[in-house]
């Protein structure tokens, strides 16, 4: 079992940066491929970015290439969501997410994932 708490969300304003953190408890963090989603009001849970287990390889949705930067700290059990550049639409609340299974790759797909985070508020103003 693992749990999972995310942190670092806000209002910020257009063009300006923030960091997220995925603290998780328990040993096996280094097992799980570990994933960044989003959902905003009246959208379905999508994929933002995810991150293998070891951290040597990272994958992102196109929307968010070059402006988001996803990593962990394994010796700290956290993941992290750094986010430049930010536009008014990322506006949502941002969950982490692992996937206990053996995928080398982590997947898009919310229904992969077995642990959640509760979310935390990203909000973008014009």
């Known amino acids: 079992q693992v749990q999972l708490v995310e942190s670092g969300g806000g209002l910020v304003q257009a063009g300006g940066s923030l960091r997220l953190s995925c603290a998780a408890s328990?040993?096996?963090?280094?097992?799980?491929?570990m994933g960044w989603f989003r959902q905003a009001p009246g959208k379905e849970r999508e994929f933002v970015a995810g991150?293998?287990?070891?951290?040597?390889?990272?994958y992102y949705a196109d929307s968010v290439k070059g402006r988001f930067t996803i990593s962990r700290d394994n010796a700290k059990n956290t993941m992290y969501l750094q986010m430049n550049s930010l536009k008014p639409e990322v506006t949502a609340v941002y969950y982490c997410?692992?996937?206990?299974?053996?995928?080398?790759?982590?997947?898009?797909?919310?229904?992969?994932?077995?642990?959640w985070g509760q979310g935390t508020q990203v909000t973008v103003s014009s």
């Open positions: 328990g040993r096996t963090f280094s097992s799980y491929p």
């Open positions: 991150i293998t287990r070891g951290g040597g390889s990272t």
């Open positions: 997410a692992a996937d206990r299974t053996n995928k080398v790759v982590p997947t898009t797909t919310p229904s992969s994932y077995d642990y």
